[in-house]
């Protein structure tokens, strides 16, 4: 199983925004304009509101719950690639996509975005096409084409058997 490339990566992220993106502005296109009337004030509110908890609720379930349990976030699913642990070859795990997604909201929050940019453009110059975050939690991408599970780690390399036990020479003795 071979790591994913950084253009499905890309396009899996692209994807994943514009399934936050689309139905929050909609939302926000709605509510904006109402919020100026003042009969319908209340109403503006509550479409803004609505949006604002589309973009978080959306996000965690996308992010933490999905990708946690499947591997796959929607954007990953249309392009059938698959986060997993690079030791076990199964997806993190609802846990551990928490904290990944805590890392990147943190650290991005943290340098005013930096982090964020940085992260993602990182598999373009990773051997395994990795994101920082993956390397800090030993996770990869990868294409799930033929994909069966694994029952031994992706990457793990084997060690070649040991060599036979060395045999004492053999003497041929004259005087025998």
Same mark, same amino acid.
């Given at each position: 199983?071979?790591?994913?490339?950084?253009?499905?990566?890309?396009?899996?992220?692209?994807?994943?925004?514009?399934?936050?993106?689309?139905? *929050?502005?909609?939302?926000?296109? !709605?509510?904006?304009?109402?919020?100026?009337?003042?009969?319908?004030? %209340?109403? #503006?509110? /509550? +479409?803004?509101?609505?949006?604002?908890?589309?973009?978080?609720?959306?996000?965690?379930?996308?992010?933490?719950?999905?990708?946690?349990?499947?591997?796959?976030?929607? *954007?990953?699913?249309?392009?059938? !690639?698959?986060?997993?642990?690079?030791?076990?070859?199964?997806?993190? %795990?609802? #846990?551990? /996509? +928490?904290?990944?997604?805590?890392?990147?909201?943190?650290?991005?929050?943290?340098?005013?975005?930096?982090?964020?940019?940085?992260?993602?453009?990182?598999?373009?110059?990773?051997?395994?096409?990795?994101? !920082?975050?993956?390397?800090?939690?030993?996770?990869?991408?990868?294409?799930?084409?033929?994909?069966?599970?694994?029952?031994?780690?992706?990457?793990?390399?084997?060690?070649?058997?040991?060599?036979?036990?060395?045999?004492?020479?053999?003497?041929?003795?004259?005087?025998?």
């Amino acid at each position: 199983m071979k790591p994913c490339n950084y253009g499905k990566r890309a396009l899996a992220y692209i994807i994943d925004v514009l399934f936050l993106v689309i139905p *929050g502005i909609a939302l926000a296109l !709605i509510g904006t304009p109402l919020l100026f009337a003042d009969s319908s004030r %209340g109403a #503006g509110f /509550a +479409f803004l509101f609505i949006a604002a908890i589309w973009w978080m609720l959306a996000d965690f379930a996308n992010h933490v719950i999905k990708q946690g349990v499947s591997g796959q976030t929607i *954007g990953k699913r249309s392009l059938k !690639i698959k986060l997993i642990r690079v030791d076990t070859g199964k997806p993190l %795990g609802v #846990g551990l /996509a +928490f904290v990944r997604w805590l890392i990147i909201v943190v650290f991005s929050f943290m340098t005013g975005g930096l982090y964020i940019l940085v992260d993602l453009i990182a598999p373009a110059f990773t051997e395994k096409n990795q994101r !920082i975050t993956d390397k800090m939690l030993s996770s990869v991408v990868v294409d799930t084409v033929d994909y069966d599970r694994p029952t031994q780690p992706v990457f793990q390399t084997t060690t070649p058997p040991p060599p036979p036990p060395l045999q004492p020479p053999s003497v041929n003795d004259p005087f025998s």
